[in-house]
């Protein structure tokens, strides 16, 4: 359907390696868009676009740690070379670090402010440096098209996740301000929002939910309780936002934060 259409659309996806990256990279592909992936493991880059490639795919791979403003600055510079702009910018990369969590036997007292710091670069700068540098090449283009990563923490933080919540929050802020932003200073041409997953179970959060076994741990079974649907996500849950965001279908749409999690959010346990 033309409406929700991402054919011949220039992707940037950082943090496309991961969990939710790889099915999301896979689905717009399929889709018919040409998928610029930015990752940090050489080797993880490059089976994701030999594999999207060996489906008939398009895809190719800049190597870049996105908390590294040089890193960024150089894999900007080479696509700009080669495809001169872009029409999207999906900042994966991200994810919860455990020395920035309070396990149950810590406290306050515990909380590294080194491991705060990282979780912070990782999360708030890794998701403003790639906007920061990628965003000529949406100028370039004389339109474009952001999409944030937030969670359900950075709305109502959560037990021990301190850090995480945190920067995730400030991803939130960030959308919104960069919507105002972008439209007086560049025109209606740019967008800028988020979507804020409810529960995956992926690599970040496998130990927090799920013990050695495979069963649910006590957080676990809380989410389950405090999500309607009662289930975690499973990354083909996110595509249909996604897509809807990449596409005109939104194109009236900027600076919210949509939701995709099982009514999570709208449930206050009673
Ligand atoms: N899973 C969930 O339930 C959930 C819920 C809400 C929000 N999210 C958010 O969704 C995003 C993707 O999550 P996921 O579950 O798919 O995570 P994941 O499987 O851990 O993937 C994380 C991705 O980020 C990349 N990455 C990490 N640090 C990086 C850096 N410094 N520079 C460049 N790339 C880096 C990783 O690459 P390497 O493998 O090379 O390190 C990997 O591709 C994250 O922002 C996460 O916070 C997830």
């Not at 390696?17 to 992936?37: D, Q, R, S, Y």
């Not at 089976?47 to 900007?76: C, N, P, Y």
């Not at 990369?93 to 036997?105: F, I, L, Q």
Request: charged share 20%.
């Amino acid at each position: 359907m033309k409406l929700f259409s991402v054919k011949n659309k220039k992707i940037i996806i950082t943090g496309a390696t991961g969990v939710l990256g790889t099915a999301m990279a896979h689905h717009l592909a399929k889709e018919g868009a040409h998928i610029i992936i930015i990752g940090r493991t050489a080797s993880k880059i490059e089976h994701l676009v030999e594999d999207i490639r060996s489906k008939g795919g398009k895809a190719d791979a800049f190597l870049a740690d996105v908390t590294s403003e040089t890193h960024v600055i150089q894999a900007a510079a080479q696509i700009q070379k080669r495809y001169k702009k872009i029409d999207i910018l999906i900042n994966l990369a991200g994810g919860n670090m455990p020395d920035a969590v309070v396990r149950p036997d810590q406290t306050l007292a515990d909380l590294s402010a080194d491991a705060m710091k990282k979780v912070m670069d990782l999360n708030y700068q890794g998701t403003f440096i790639p906007i920061k540098h990628f965003f000529p090449l949406m100028l370039a283009n004389g339109s474009g098209n952001i999409i944030n990563i937030s969670s359900m923490a950075a709305s109502r933080p959560m037990t021990r996740v301190a850090g995480y919540a945190s920067a995730k929050a400030a991803i939130d802020n960030l959308t919104k301000w960069l919507a105002v932003e972008l439209n007086h200073k560049h025109g209606p041409e740019y967008r800028v929002n988020a979507i804020a997953p409810g529960f995956f179970l992926t690599e970040q959060n496998r130990n927090l939910l799920t013990e050695k076994d495979g069963q649910l741990t006590q957080r676990g079974h809380q989410i389950i309780q405090h999500t309607p649907m009662g289930r975690f996500g499973d990354p083909e849950d996110l595509l249909g936002t996604l897509q809807w965001l990449c596409s005109d279908a939104s194109k009236f749409i900027t600076g919210t934060i949509v939701a995709v999690d099982g009514g999570f959010s709208a449930y206050s346990g009673v």
